[in-house]
Nanobody, 117 residues
Framework: QVQLVESGGGLVQPGGSLRLSCAPHESEYIFSVGAMAWYRQEPGKQRALVAHITAVGTTNYADSVKGRFTISRDNAKNTMSLEMSSLKPEDTAVYYC?????????WGQGTQVTVSS
């Protein structure tokens, strides 16, 4: 069973920036990772895709974050990041990372991002 470890959430003012990171625990035992993605979930709502990146680096974003968020990956380290800028109160949510490893999808535990003055 693979555990994904997230970091970087927190409280930020509107217009601010945050960087989220995700990596498999004990990643030295993982040889390759397929697609990676970030999702977010607001209270009372379903989890929704924020950004997606394929194994070869093709990216896709939710319309609400295009131009503000950037997803990236380091295939040598099997890590993934989400750079978030120009944050808005409506970006407040629990953010989850997702990775496909060995044709199975794994989830991180979630990290809270709160955008508020």
């Amino acid at each position: 069973q693979v555990q994904l470890v997230e970091s970087g959430g927190g409280l930020v003012q509107p217009g601010g920036s945050l960087r989220l990171s995700c990596a498999p625990h004990e990643s030295e035992y993982i040889f390759s990772v397929g697609a990676m993605a970030w999702y977010r979930q607001e209270p009372g709502k379903q989890r929704a895709l924020v950004a997606h990146i394929t194994a070869v680096g093709t990216t896709n974003y939710a319309d609400s974050v295009k131009g503000r968020f950037t997803i990236s990956r380091d295939n040598a380290k099997n890590t993934m990041s989400l750079e978030m800028s120009s944050l808005k109160p409506e970006d407040t949510a629990v953010y989850y990372c997702n990775m496909v490893i060995g044709f199975q999808a794994y989830w991180g535990q979630g990290t809270q991002v709160t955008v508020s003055s």
